[in-house]
């Protein structure tokens, strides 16, 4: 038999074990598609709209009254309660009736039309930072409307040239543009990088488990092709395989759920080709590190929560302890996530994000020698609990 023919039957081998494994099916095609259609569902409403707020007011003059109609008229909050106690106000605000509140103190009206310093308090539930975004940009909105028109009221009343009192009262103007959420919505913040995060989970279940499995019929006895040209073809299928579900993800759900997505297609191929490669290789390591083809879907199951809060866009990467910092980035997930939110949501290009770039070669470079080591040094993972092909006798 000649090379040619030899590494085509490899290959078909190689597929056999993909496309003839049902759990393995079961991940590639439902896991992708499943998750495609239902993680985005809770967000469909996209953007917040009108959150309800209480408002303690222990002022009660016609000012104080004049401010809580203007916070009740901005888009992005209405006053659902006037509770007479702060007791009474922190319940309401514990018990998800409202999502914001404000203080209006005793003397407010005194205190403004005397010139003294006033504060007005605002709080609101932070579990969900659009909604208390638009808590506090609605009582913002509100206390510096109020503000702008008492000091307007005040220079009129010395006499102030009314033609020149806007440009006194408030010289500059400031209008805020989101630049990478446009819509300011869920979709646009969570989507892009949980679909990376299900690329690459589902990765690390597939290739963990085929590689677990093929190692266990090895150790069997069973005919296998060459070790070392099988685990080449298992990298190239999950790499081209991911590749697909990449133009997939990236491509048709991004314009069915309306992400902006701005990376050029040379761009996008070479940072995801790296990043499956690399995701690729720590699968294969994990494979041959466990025993059981289970075990790799439970550590996905166990690691996705501690991935999302260390990958920089559900919480500051900077606010994490330098060292869970610098372990996090052990797992490819992370330097891919930042690497694909800033070439694809930011239109950076490949040079601006070197450093995820070097990190994924770096990871190649260590899950692939540790793989090779491994490879090389089998180390038995005790009693084998794969079932013998149909037929065959153990």
């Known amino acids: 038999m000649n090379r040619p023919q030899s590494l085509w039957q490899i290959w078909q081998t190689e597929l056999a074990h993909i496309f003839t494994d049902r759990a393995v099916l079961l991940v590639l095609a439902g896991g992708i598609l499943f998750y495609a259609v239902l993680y985005p569902l809770p967000y469909q409403r996209n953007v917040p ?5 209480a408002v303690l007011n222990q002022d009660h003059t016609a000012m104080a009254r004049h401010l809580v109609r203007m916070a009740d008229a901005t888009p992005q909050i209405r006053v659902a309660a006037h509770p007479t106690s702060m007791a009474e106000t922190e319940s309401l605000l514990a018990s998800g009736k409202v999502h914001g509140l404000m203080i209006i103190p005793a003397g407010f009206e005194r205190d403004v039309y005397l010139g003294r310093p006033t504060t007005l308090s605002f709080a609101g539930d932070a579990s969900y930072f659009l909604i208390y975004g638009n808590v506090v940009e609605g009582l913002m909105s509100a206390a510096m409307t109020l503000s702008v028109e008492s000091q307007i009221n005040m220079s009129l009343l010395q006499g ?5 009192i806007s440009g006194q009262v408030m010289p500059m103007r400031l209008i805020t543009k989101p630049a990478f959420n446009p819509t300011g919505g869920y979709i646009n913040y969570i989507v892009p990088a949980v679909f990376v995060l299900i690329l690459h989970q589902t990765l690390l279940i597939a290739a963990g488990s085929i590689t677990i499995k093929d190692r266990g019929r090895r150790r069997r006895g069973f005919p296998a092709p060459p070790l070392g040209l099988a685990l080449l073809l298992r990298l190239f299928n999950f790499v081209a395989i991911y590749l697909l579900f990449a133009m997939l993800y990236f491509g048709f759900f991004f314009q069915l759920y309306g992400v902006p997505h701005v990376a050029s297609p040379s761009s996008l191929l070479v940072f995801s080709s790296l990043f499956f490669l690399t995701s690729a290789l720590f699968a294969l390591w994990l494979g041959y590190l466990l025993s059981r083809p289970e075990l790799p879907t439970v550590i996905v199951l166990l690691s996705s929560l501690p991935i999302v809060f260390t990958a920089g866009f559900a919480w500051p990467a900077d606010n994490l302890p330098r060292w869970l910092d610098y372990l996090s980035m052990l797992i490819p997930a992370k330097a891919g996530i930042q690497g694909f939110l800033a070439i694809n949501q930011m239109g950076a290009p490949l040079d601006a994000i070197w450093r995820e770039i070097a990190v994924l070669f770096g ?3 260590l ?8 490879v090389t040094h089998e180390i038995s993972p005790g009693p084998s609990s794969y079932p013998a092909p149909a037929g065959v006798s153990t």
Not at 49 to 53: K, S
Not at 160 to 164: F, V
């Open 160 to 164: 102030e040239n009314p033609a020149r």
């Open 49 to 53: 709209g009108e959150q309800a707020i």
């Open 367 to 374: 899950y692939g020698g540790w793989l090779a080591y491994l």
């Open 363 to 365: 990871l190649c470079l």
